[in-house]
């Protein structure tokens, strides 16, 4: 849950910004966010980290 609300305050500010700064790419930016977080956090904002197994 955490993350969800992280996430969609990401979304809300990020696109409130493009709306102001670049009308035309504001619906755009919900799927760059959403690209940038998939990319660097595939498991989830606040997932715990797990130890790996060899």
Known sequence: ??????GALMVG?????SVHMLPEAELFIIYFVMAIVLLFR?????????????
């Open 1 to 6: 849950m955490p993350g969800a609300a992280i």
């Open 42 to 54: 595939p498991e989830g904002l606040f997932a715990k980290t797990q130890a790996r197994k060899i």
């Open 13 to 17: 500010i990020s696109r409130a910004a």
